[in-house]
């Protein structure tokens, strides 16, 4: 996996690369909620317990697939409320090698599936040739 955080010409990043090369076989996650495994909300108005459960289900759901976070290439965010996106970071940034970010986009949306929700997730990711 090759990481261009910032090729030359590119304007600057805050904690993602604008391109990630990769070979080999893929996982797509789907959007993942901040639920925990017996489908209940987490962290009803609390962005970052929120964000906290989302990243565990996506470990999770990686491992099942045989890959991990540090394996990521691509992250969708959905955030309801834009006042969320420094939690976002700082949870993010515990989570994944800040030296080897993935691409990123992220999208402010009105609402979610359960209005209770303040972000979704969604993740591609390279599984490695030894899994």
């Known amino acids: ?41 987490v962290g009803e108005g609390d962005a970052e317990a929120q964000i906290r459960q989302i990243y565990a289900n996506l470990e999770t759901a990686l491992r099942a697939a045989g890959s991990g976070l540090d394996h990521v290439v691509k992250l969708t965010v959905y955030l309801t409320d834009l006042a969320d996106l420094d939690t976002f970071r700082r949870v993010r940034d515990e989570h994944q090698d800040a030296a080897h970010p993935p691409a990123c986009s992220l999208v402010k949306v009105s609402g979610l599936v359960n209005p209770a929700f303040r972000a979704e997730v969604e993740a591609w990711a390279v599984v490695p040739a030894d899994s």
Do not use: K
Not at 9 to 19: I, R
């Open 1 to 41: 996996m090759e990481h261009f955080i910032r090729p030359e010409g590119a304007p600057p990043t805050n904690g993602y690369s604008h391109a990630v090369a990769f070979a080999g076989p893929m996982v797509v996650v789907s959007g993942q909620v901040p639920v925990d495994a017996d489908g209940r909300l």
